[in-house]
């Protein structure tokens, strides 16, 4: 098997019940796993509701490491659009001439460097750095906080030996709490700042809830992030046709980068709380129970894309849920699209090809399932042109 390639898992349980049950710290999890079921259990937040308690609708649970509510991804409407009201100007600068020429040199920086390299660590020397460089554009902080940043290592809650890791977590509560603290005393134009000063349903946002939205920027645009640039070279480095086509073709950039996502799916689920007894794919779903939506299984529905396993650089229809579905789609979605619109773009230009010489591969254990999401550790040669 080719190391870029992601193999399905959910398949036959998709194709004959449509949903599958896992264990999680002994509070079950059913599996969505088909594309039509997984949108139409987004839509009904009032059945699967997101503003459970603080964590419960990670997969894995994370209510024994925050207590911190994540906004405005765990806020049901309508509480959630008046919060994504005042966040989502904000994630949208990315779509700014001017936010795209600063990261595209971010980017085109880190490629000229590893040109010049006989061997590069992709996950951390790249992919990390990248992530947290790109991510000082979108919080308009100084750029030399993304050393601190890239000193977490690639995850933000877990450590190498356990999922969950409450120590790791609180060095990002502790950080973003620090943060809150200097922007409430001497105000700049960054992201803390601005959401300090923000009127939410006719007050300022509190300090709790400013928290929340920071915790979110953190946590969910890093292991995505990394894993999408990471899967990305290496889908590049065993099909370097790929590269030469985005040079020759680049109308397609923003197709190869749905593509590329949909294929990936960097993200495996996310869960919803049930609020009342509930029927899901003709299974019974118990109040207080909890469903998950299964993005990378949903990415492969065989039923809505033609030759779901294969990566087709031009697809033409590509209604992927690699960034969620409904109100509660990915705040950052702009922000990553940029990054790898911009990666693709730059890698075409710049590199004749990538050599992989080893890795090892990131494989989620979800009980009967076995799922490839990214990579530890990818370790290749960039060939420049």
């Known amino acids: 098997m080719n190391r870029s390639e992601f193999p ?9 019940d449509g949903v599958s049950t896992i264990d999680d710290q002994n509070d079950p999890v059913t599996m969505v796993l088909g594309l039509k079921n997984v949108r139409k259990c987004a839509h009904q937040w009032q059945k699967f509701q997101s503003g459970a308690e603080a964590g419960r609708i990670v997969v894995p649970s994370e209510v024994n490491i925050r207590d911190t509510r994540q906004i405005p991804f765990e806020v049901d409407p309508p509480d959630h659009g008046d ?14 001439p001017a936010y795209q020429a600063q990261l595209s040199d971010i980017i085109g920086s880190l490629i000229d460097d590893v040109i010049q390299q006989d061997r590069v660590e992709v996950v951390e020397e790249f992919a990390l750095c990248l992530q947290s460089r790109a991510l000082t554009l979108l919080l308009n902080t100084p750029f030399a ?11 933000v809650f877990r450590s190498e030996d356990s999922a969950l890791d409450a120590s790791k977590a609180n060095i990002l509560y502790d950080y973003i709490d ?40 953190f946590a969910g645009g890093r292991d995505t992030v990394i894993n999408a640039v990471t899967n990305t070279i290496a889908y590049f480095a065993e099909h370097p046709e790929s590269l030469r086509y985005i040079q020759q073709h680049p109308e397609n950039t923003g197709k190869a980068v749905e593509e590329l996502v949909r294929y990936f799916s960097p ?3 996310m ?28 990415n492969r529905d065989e039923t809505v894309f033609d030759s779901p396993n294969e990566v087709k650089l031009d697809r033409k229809v590509n209604p992927h849920v690699a960034f969620g ?24 230009a710049k590199v004749a090809r990538i050599d992989i010489h080893d890795c090892q591969e990131n494989i989620e254990d979800w009980q009967q399932f076995q799922r490839k999401v990214g990579f530890h550790s990818l370790n290749v040669t960039f060939t420049g042109n």
């Open 8 to 16: 399905d898992p959910f398949e036959q349980a998709r194709q004959t």
């Open 83 to 96: 919060y994504r009201a005042v966040v989502e100007p904000w994630f949208k600068r990315p779509l700014e």
């Open 145 to 155: 906080e993304s050393d601190t940043w890239i000193s977490w290592g690639t995850h």
């Open 178 to 217: 620090q943060q809150i603290e200097r922007a409430a005393a001497n105000p700049t134009d960054d992201l803390y700042s601005v959401l300090l000063n923000s009127d939410f349903q006719g007050r300022k946002l509190t300090k709790e809830e400013v928290k929340g939205v920071m915790i979110l920027t």
């Open 267 to 269: 993200l495996t689920h």
């Open 271 to 298: 869960g919803r709380v049930v609020t009342e007894d509930s029927q899901v794919c003709q299974h019974a779903a118990k109040a207080d129970s909890r469903i998950s939506l299964c993005w990378a299984s949903a």
């Open 325 to 348: 579905f409904s109100h509660h789609n990915c705040l950052g979605a702009t922000h990553a699209r940029q990054i790898l619109q911009i990666l693709l773009t730059q890698l075409a």
